[in-house]
T-cell receptor, first 116, second 109 residues
Framework: DGGITQSPKYLFRKEGQNVTLSCEQN?????MYWYRQDPGQGLRLIYY???????QKGDIAEGYSVSREKKESFPLTVTSAQKNPTAFYLC???????????????FGPGTRLTVL | DAKTTQPPSMDCAEGRAANLPCNHS???????VYWYRQIHSQGPQYIIH?????ETNEMASLIITEDRKSSTLILPHATLRDTAVYYC??????????WGAGTKLIIKP
């Protein structure tokens, strides 16, 4: 089956620890995205990558880091510098990023991170 | 940037058409309007998008006003599984999508 996988579904970490969220896609999409969602709110863009070995900051990149070494993978690290990391994290991909009208995004199931 | 405004919640009877409005008065001439929906605790699902003309697919229809300042998503025969938060979205200057809080649609039996 083609799609986007995120693991794990639920993640618990102690305050002050870095944690890495996995995102893999087998859709052969060039662009990948990470969003954060807080209860009752819409999605906010953390980072996006339009091509391998390149990525750009979104609206709320502080306290997060990413890498894009392979087309299929776009892991997100939530660092200890992120002041309020507890949230629902969503990964998405699209065929080609940055082109209006062709940028339909397909989402993974999400990872719910709780920092204790 | 194409900022959008949607009602926070709506109800619809099962089997009836659900009409979800969206205002996007700041949208530019070449910016598309996208609709996604999110069922509780899942990833958003793409529904439809459009520029000027009305669009229809297997999930829904999108009606865009001639001045492009508003649009309506129509689910022709709503079912209980259509209960979700529906997002009307436009792009920012970097072609990334701007997500608001959406409309919580509740389908009632």
């Amino acid at each position: 089956d083609g799609g986007i996988t995120q693991s794990p579904k639920y993640l618990f970490r102690k305050e002050g620890q870095n944690v890495t969220l996995s995102c893999e896609q087998n859709l052969n999409h060039d662009a990948m995205y990470w969003y954060r969602q807080d209860p009752g709110q819409g999605l906010r863009l953390i980072y996006y990558s339009q091509i391998v070995n390149d990525f750009q900051k979104g609206d709320i990149a502080e306290g997060y880091s990413v890498s894009r070494e392979k087309k299929e993978s776009f892991p997100l690290t939530v660092t200890s510098a992120q002041k309020n990391p507890t949230a629902f994290y969503l990964c998405a991909s699209s065929i080609v990023g940055g082109q209006v009208g062709t940028d339909t995004q397909y989402f993974g199931p999400g990872t719910r991170l709780t920092v204790l | 940037d194409a900022k959008t405004t949607q009602p926070p919640s709506m109800d619809c009877a099962e089997g009836r058409a659900a009409n979800l409005p969206c205002n996007h008065s700041t949208i530019s001439g070449n910016e598309y309007v996208y609709w996604y929906r999110q069922i509780h605790s899942q990833g958003p699902q793409y529904i439809i998008h459009g520029l000027k003309n009305n669009e229809t697919n297997e999930m829904a229809s999108l009606i865009i006003t001639e001045d492009r300042k508003s649009s309506t998503l129509i689910l022709p025969h709503a079912t209980l599984r259509d209960t979700a938060v529906y997002y009307c979205i436009g792009p920012d200057s970097n072609y990334q999508l701007i997500w608001g809080a959406g409309t919580k649609l509740i389908i009632k039996p």
